[in-house]
Antibody, heavy 121, light 110 residues
Framework: QVKLQESGPGLVKPSETLSLTCTVS????????WSWIRQPPGKGLEWIGH???????NYSPSLKSRLTISVDTSKNQVSLTLASMTTADTAVYYC???????????????WGQGTLVSVSS | QSVLTQPPSVSETPGQRVTISCSGS????????VNWYQQLPGAAPKLLIY???QRPSGVPDRFSGSKSGISASLAISGLQSQDEADYYC???????????FGGGTKLTVL
């Protein structure tokens, strides 16, 4: 059974950099794509980006300039770094395994439980 | 403003059937598969329908998905109180080169 667990700071200050880790168990990180998704409080889901273990990444155009997603195969972890945080980045951040449908890694299963990140001074 | 358009809310009584629509455009639903996610209150989203109309193991056959052109639908029959949740459609968008979600639909079982 594949399980994902997000971890990171619950609070970051405006202009700081967010670093989150997703620890994967039950599957090798070197086999699949891995995605990050976020959900502002009371709002809908927003895709952040994904990575293949080789390092191939694809980022949301709206976050691309501030975003880095990486993998650590030795720890079976996926990481997210988002720079220049603002209050608009306050959200629950989820990681998920991304499976290839017809062409793209577009269906997400399973998801981690998510971690709430608040941006406040 | 989401790239995929869903009704904000739908409601129906137990035992009945409800459908949730998801409207897109040529670069997304018109060219790629649609997946649906169920988010129960306070929980993470869960894959409900993949590849337009396939159910993952463990998802009851009361849930079904369909797609035609640039629109997709999720149907839930034999509604139960535990189906109360937010439902999201998603599809890859060739123009944005990324995954796009609908704004979500809150299902209330009256």
């Amino acid at each position: 059974q594949v399980k994902l667990q997000e971890s990171g700071p619950g609070l970051v200050k405006p202009s700081e950099t967010l670093s989150l880790t997703c620890t994967v168990s039950g599957a090798s990180i070197s086999t699949y794509y891995w995605s990050w998704i976020r959900q502002p409080p009371g709002k809908g889901l927003e895709w952040i980006g994904h990575i293949l273990y080789k390092g191939n990444t694809n980022y949301s155009p709206s976050l691309k300039s501030r975003l880095t997603i990486s993998v650590d195969t030795s720890k079976n972890q996926v990481s997210l770094t988002l720079a220049s945080m603002t209050t608009a980045d306050t959200a629950v951040y989820y990681c998920a395994r991304a499976l290839i449908g017809r062409t793209y890694p577009d269906w997400l299963d399973p998801w981690g439980q998510g971690t709430l990140v608040s941006v406040s001074s | 403003q989401s790239v995929l358009t869903q009704p904000p809310s739908v409601s129906e009584t137990p035992g009945q059937r409800v459908t949730i629509s998801c409207s897109g455009s040529s670069p997304n639903i018109g060219s790629n598969i649609v997946n649906w996610y169920q988010q129960l209150p306070g929980a993470a989203p869960k894959l409900l329908i993949y590849n337009d109309n396939q159910r993952p193991s463990g998802v009851p056959d009361r849930f079904s998905g369909s797609k035609s052109g640039i629109s997709a639908s999720l149907a839930i029959s034999g509604l139960q109180s535990q189906d109360e949740a937010d439902y999201y459609c998603a599809s890859w968008d060739d123009s944005l080169n990324g995954l796009v979600f609908g704004g979500g639909t809150k299902l209330t079982v009256l």
